[in-house]
């Protein structure tokens, strides 16, 4: 189980157990995150392009934009 927390343009993701850091995704190339979803291993970023990007949290590889 994880929780994100944005910050800028990253979102940093947290193991929501232990509070241990995980993993940071870079949104830099990204228009700002408007919210963050985070679903098993898979994180959910919507930013204000309106484009949703999904990562995996284990490995941060960007597996789909919608």
């Given at each position: 189980?994880?929780?994100?927390?944005?910050?800028?343009?990253?979102?940093?993701?947290?193991?929501?157990?232990?509070?241990g850091?995980?993993?940071?995704?870079?949104?830099?190339?990204?228009?700002?995150?408007?919210?963050?979803?985070?679903?098993?291993?898979?994180v959910?970023?919507?930013?204000?392009?309106?484009?949703?990007r999904?990562?995996?949290?284990?490995?941060?590889?960007?597996?789909?934009?919608?």
């Amino acid at each position: 189980m994880f929780a994100a927390k944005v910050q800028g343009q990253q979102v940093h993701v947290f193991n929501a157990k232990t509070g241990g850091f995980k993993r940071t995704i870079s949104c830099a190339g990204c228009k700002g995150v408007k919210y963050v979803s985070v679903n098993g291993d898979f994180v959910s970023i919507t930013t204000e392009d309106g484009k949703v990007r999904v990562y995996d949290i284990n490995t941060g590889a960007l597996k789909r934009i919608m």
